[in-house]
């Protein structure tokens, strides 16, 4: 991806599509000490750390609502 690509806002379906494709593909992986591994980890929880501050910005669920009340299907 390039950069100019990177620094575009993103909806919060396309961020956590884009990590949940990362993730997959760690899970694929199965040398999990390499560098390229460790970068993509990163990668990925920094997506899905991005997802978090977007729904966060929007005030997309209220403060008394926790993990549990909201199933992932409801933020697809």
Same mark, same amino acid.
């Not at 575009?8 to 591994?37: H, I, M, T, W």
């Not at 970068?39 to 997309?60: F, G, H, P």
């Given at each position: ?9 993103q ?8 990590? /949940?494709?990362?993730?997959?593909e ?8 390499? $560098? ?18 977007v729904? $966060? ?10 993990? /549990? $009340? ?7």
């Amino acid at each position: 991806m390039s950069n100019e690509a990177e620094q575009q806002p993103q909806s919060l379906r396309g961020l956590f599509a884009s990590a /949940e494709v990362k993730r997959k593909e760690l899970e694929a992986s199965y040398d999990s000490n390499s $560098d390229a591994y460790q970068q993509k980890l990163n990668s990925t929880i920094a997506t899905y750390e991005e997802c978090l501050r977007v729904a $966060d910005r929007v005030s997309l669920f209220s403060p008394n609502e926790t993990l /549990e $009340d909201v199933s992932s299907g409801d933020i697809q």
